[in-house]
C-alpha cells in the first residue's frame, strides 16, 4: 500500500479549501450562492433541514400571504424525445399551510442552521398587511424579505402577483411601504411577463429595494389533452395558464438578467438569478452575466436536493481552472461582451470544417443546410455518404455544427485575418449603408443560390434494385 | 455436456427456446425510438430489401402514433411483423445504421418494427381495406411469405385472390421452417389472420398443384397466376446409409420442431452436416431439445461457411460443437444409424482436397442433413414456356416479376433459390403490381 495518494488528496482539498464560496448578497449572508426558489421544495421546515443538511445555502421560504386552497391536479410538463420536464409548468398558488405554522418551522430552522440564509418570500395586499406580515417573519428570525410580484396564475386574478409585476408603478408603490417597515434586506422578485424587463425593475430600484430576483414563471399553455381538449394541467375537464419554468426558460431569464444588468441605474443592484439552473454549467452562466445568487426550484423537484452535488463541484473545478477564489471575481464578466447587433464585427468570416474522421456519414448537415440553410454542403457522388463544405457558399450560420450528432465533428473554423473591423453601426455613421438592392455593398447580392428548378432534379435515389 | 434439459411440457419447450427478441414494453420503445437521428436518406432503409421508411416509423413510434407506425411498416412489407423479429437486422437495416460508425449500438430497428405491428395486430386495428372489386380473378400457389404479400397487394388493387396451399396453414416456411427461439408459431398465425381479416383472400388449404390438368385450370379460371411455391424438401445426399432410421432432412426436422414441441424426441448424440443457416437452426434446434452432444460438421473450413457469424455463435452458444474440414463419405449403422464415417479435407489453392487417409469416424444416434433443399424443378416444368436458370430457378423480369411465360409471375425462394422471407415479401408486393400493371395494360 503506498501513502502518496493520501498526501495528494490533501493537497487537492487546500486547493479547494482556498475557494470561498461564501456570499454576502445584500446584507444577506450564505455559505454558498445556491438557493432554493420559493416553490414547494421550501414550504416546510423540514425541507429546508434536508436541504441545508444536503449543501444548500439558503431558501426562500414558499410564499406566505393569505389563507388559499390548491387544486388538483397542478403541474404539466414539456418533455422532448426521451427528456422529460424539459419544461414544467404548474397552476399553484402561494403556500396554502397555516402561518403560524410556517412561522414556527421558520425560527426553528434559523436556530439549526445560523448560518444560512433563510429569506421570507411573501404576497399580501394592503399596506397593513404587509406591514404585520414582515414584522411577523422578523420575528420569526428571517435573514431577508423577497416580495412576489411574479406568480401569473390564481394571484394575479386577486390583484396581486404579476398583477403587481406588470404595473411597475404599483410595484413600487408596494416597495416603498415594505421598505419603510422592514428592518432585514429586502429582494424584489420579477415577473417575466412584460415587455420590458427593465421597467418593473427600474420601478422597484426607485422603490429602494436592496435586490432584485428574477424571473418568475412565464404564463404558458404546456399542451392540449387530445380526448377532453383540456390544457395540462387538467383540472376536472378543464384548466388554465399556467406558469413555465425550467430548462426550457433559461435563454428568457439569461436575457432579462443581462436587460438589468446594463441598465445604468438598475445595474449597481445585486441579482439572484432564477429560471432553468439545473447544473454548474448554468449556475457559472447567471453569474457571468451579474447574479451573485442563484435559485432553483424545477431541478429540485425533477431530481431531489442531492442535485447541489454537481452544482458545487462543477463550479469549483470551473473556478481552480480558471484562477478565481470567490465568485465575485468573474460576477458579470460576460456583460461587457453582450452588445447590440449594430456593433457586430461585419468583416468577422467563420465556415464549417467537417472532420471526415468523426462522421458517421447521417448527412443530417447535408439536408439541414440544403433545405435549411444555403445550400453549402454536398454529398459526394459515388453514393458515399460523407458530405464535405463547399466554402463559396457557406455563410458560416452554425446550423450544420448544431445538427450534427457527432461530438466535434463539425467546427467553425475562422477565415478572416482578424485586421479588418468594421460594423454596422461605422456604417451608418460614415453614411456607406446599402441604400438600393442592387447596391454592390448589401450583403445577399453576391450569395450563391441554385435555379428554382434544380430542386425538382435532385430527387431522392430510386431505390429499386437495391435488393440482391 | 448438454447445456439444456430435455424438455418434458410445453413450458420447459418454451423456457429452451425463449424467444431471442421480445416485445419491447412503452418506455423502452420510447427511449429507444428518442435515440434515432432521422438520417437523411437513411441507410438503414437503403439496406432493407422492402424499402420500409425505417426513420418515419421510429419517429411516429416517439410522437405516440404507434398505429401510424404500423401503416408505414406494412405499406412496404406485408410480412411486418415476421419481419421484425427473423429478419438477420444485424447484416440489413440494424447493420447499416450510422451509430455502427461510431461504435454505438445501433437502433434495435427490429424490435421496435414488432413493437409497432403487435400493436395493431392485437388491436384489430382495420388499417387496409380491400380495393373496390375490379372484376378479374388471380390465383397463387403457395401461401408462403411470397404468396400472402402478393395476395394482400392485389387485394388492396380490388383483385379477387385465391391461393391454393398444400400444408394446412398459412406463411410457409415462417410458421414451418423458422427456428423456434426465433418467432412462436402464434405470433406467425396472429400476423396472417390479422391480414386475411382485413383484406379478405381465400386460402384454399390442404391442395397441392401438382398436374397439368390442374395449371391448366387455373389458366382458364384466372387472368394471371403468381408461383411462390418455394422450395422443396432437403435435397438427397446420395450417401450409403442415408436411409437408415435416424437419419432427417434439416427442414423435415425444423418443421416437426414447430410442430410438436416439447414431443419431439432428440436422440443423445446428434450429427448435423451442413455449414448453410439451416444447418445452424437444426442443430441449435437440437441442443434445445436436450441432445447430449451435438455436431455441427462442415466439408470447408469455418470461414467458408453459408450461415451468418451470429447464426453459428448461437448455436455454438446452446453448446453445439463445430467439426470443420470434415467431408461425410457414408453413414453407418445397422437399421439405426450409428455414426458418420468422415474425410479430413483442406484447400489447396483455394480447392477443396480431400487428404488421403485420414478417414474417421463420429459416432451418434442421429444424423441431420442440412445440405440444401431440392426445388420444385417437377411442378415448374409443367408450365409452357417458363424458363429457369442453370440452379432451376425461376427467370423473372426484374421490375415486374412476369416469368417467360407472361400469365405467371412468381417471387421468394422459387426465384433466388433461398433468402429471407423478407425478400419474398418484396417480390410478392412487387409481383402483385406487375401483374396489375399487365392486366390494365392488355
Ligand atoms: C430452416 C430455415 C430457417 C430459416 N430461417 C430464416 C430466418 O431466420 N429469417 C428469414 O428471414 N428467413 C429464414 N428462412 C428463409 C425463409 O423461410 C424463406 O426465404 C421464405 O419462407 C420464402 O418464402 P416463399 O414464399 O418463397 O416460400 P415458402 O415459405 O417455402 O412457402 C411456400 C409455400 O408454398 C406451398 N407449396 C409448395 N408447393 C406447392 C404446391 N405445389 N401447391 C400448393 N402449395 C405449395 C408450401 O406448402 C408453402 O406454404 C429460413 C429457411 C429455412 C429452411
Ligand atoms: C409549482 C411551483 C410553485 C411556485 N410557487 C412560487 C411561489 O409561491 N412564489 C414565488 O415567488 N415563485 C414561485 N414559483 C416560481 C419559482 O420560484 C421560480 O421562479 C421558477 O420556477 C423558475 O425557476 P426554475 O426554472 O428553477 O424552476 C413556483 C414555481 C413552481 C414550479
Ligand atoms: S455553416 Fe451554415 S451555410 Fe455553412 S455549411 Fe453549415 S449550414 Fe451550410
Ligand atoms: S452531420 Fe456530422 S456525422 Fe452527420 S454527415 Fe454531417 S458531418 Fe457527418
Ligand atoms: S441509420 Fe440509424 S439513426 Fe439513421 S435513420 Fe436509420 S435507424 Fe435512425
Redesign the interface.
Known sequence: MEFTNGSHKTKEMNKKDKIDLSVNFAGIKAPNPFWLASAPPTNSGYQIMKAFDAGWGGAVWKTLGMPTINVSSRYGSTNY??TRMAGFSNIELISDRPLEDNLREMAEVKRHFPDHAVIASLMVDTRKEWEDIIKQVEDAGADGIELNFGCPHGMCERGMGSAVGQEPEVLKTIVEWVMEAANIPVITKLSPNISHITDPGLAAVQGNTDAISLINTVKSIVGIDLDSYAPYPVVDGKGTNGGYCGPAVKPIALHMLKDLMQHPEIKSTPMSGIGGIETWRDVVEFILLGATSVQVCTAVMHYGFGIVRELEAGLINFMENKGYTTIYDFAGKALPNVTEWKHLNLKSEVKAKINED???????C??ACDDGAHQAIALPTDGG?IPTIIEKNCVGCNLCSLVC??EDCITMEKFDDGKEHETWHELTESNRIPDTWNDDRAGGKGHYVPEPLEALATK??D?????N | MAEYKQPANEQEFKENFKQKKPLMNDTQA??ES??C?????A?C??AC?A?IDIPLFIKQI?TGNKEGAAKTIYDSNWMGNACGTICPTGVLCEGAC??N??DVAPLLIGRLQNYATMSVIESGKQLYSPGEDNGEKVAIIGAGPAGISCACELRTLGYSVDIYEAKSQPSGLTVHGIAPYKISNEEVIAEMNYLQNQLGYNIIYNHTISTKEQLTELESNYSAIFIGVGLGATASLNMTGENLNGVHGAVEFIEELRKNHSDVKIAQKVVVIGGGNTAMDAASGSARLGADEVTLAYRRGKDSMGAYGFEYDLAVSAGVKGLFNASPLEIIGNGSVEGVRFVKTESVNGKLTIIEGSEFTVNCDMVIKATGQAKQGSLLSMIDNLSLDEKTRIIVN??TNQTTNPKYFAGGDAINGGAEVV?GA?DGKLAANGIHQWITQN
Open positions: 424525445r426521451d468523426k462522421c458517421i456519414g447521417c448527412d443530417l447535408y439536408i455518404r450528432p457527432v431522392r435515389k431505390k429499386s434494385g437495391m435488393r | 420510447h427511449y428518442s435515440r437521428l432521422f438520417c437523411y436518406d441507410p432503409m437503403n430489401p424499402d416517439n450510422v451509430y460508425n461510431q426484374a421490375d425478400n418484396y
